[in-house]
């Protein structure tokens, strides 16, 4: 959970951890801040009350494919049961983004994901088995079980943090 990538303005700043080829091949350094905030304004999509997740996958073509958390499309689009708990129906954002890829053929394989919250296991899992290969989260989430998952197949996992050295 140490790796992360910081941006001053739009700056990579010293003590980041260095970015890998493989990222860098599909994002260019400075197009970092730009997916996250894209991400952010994706999430702001969502009607979910309890969290709003935004997620950008960028393929190795440089095609973008955005998800946010939301029921299946066409049902009642409530996030929460009576109680207030978030419905189990709903589709977290990553999950989405890659029901959109399959859809349309895409090869997820290689791609980067951009994604507003740290992600749960299930789509951790179905992010590896599609092929993604780097993750750019920017909240940390409750439970960091995905760790393990993103581990064993080797995906490459960073925390956005844009720091405000003026102050
Ligand atoms: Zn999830």
């Known amino acids: 959970m140490d790796r992360y990538i910081a941006f001053n303005e739009d700056l ?7 970015i890998p080829e493989g990222l860098a091949r599909v994002v260019m350094k400075k197009h970092i801040p730009f997916y996250m905030d894209l991400a952010n304004r994706t999430a702001g999509l969502s009607v979910a009350k309890r969290r709003r997740v935004g997620a950008v996958i960028v393929t190795e073509q440089r095609s973008l494919f955005l998800g946010y958390n ?4 066409g049902m009642n689009n409530v996030c929460e049961l009576p109680d207030g708990s978030t419905n189990p129906l709903v589709i977290h954002a990553e999950a989405n983004a890659l029901d959109k890829m399959a859809r349309e053929g895409v090869h997820v394989e290689g791609s980067v994901c951009f994604t507003t919250t740290y992600p749960c296991p299930d789509c951790a899992k ?26 064993h197949y080797g995906v490459g996992v960073f925390e956005y943090k844009q720091l405000d050295l003026r102050g």
Do not use: N, W
């Open 126 to 151: 179905r992010l590896c088995a599609a092929g993604v290969k780097y993750v750019i989260y920017q909240e940390r989430y409750h439970t960091h079980l995905a760790q393990e998952i993103f581990d």
């Open 70 to 73: 939301g029921m299946p499309s």
């Open 12 to 18: 990579e700043i010293e003590g980041s951890t260095p």
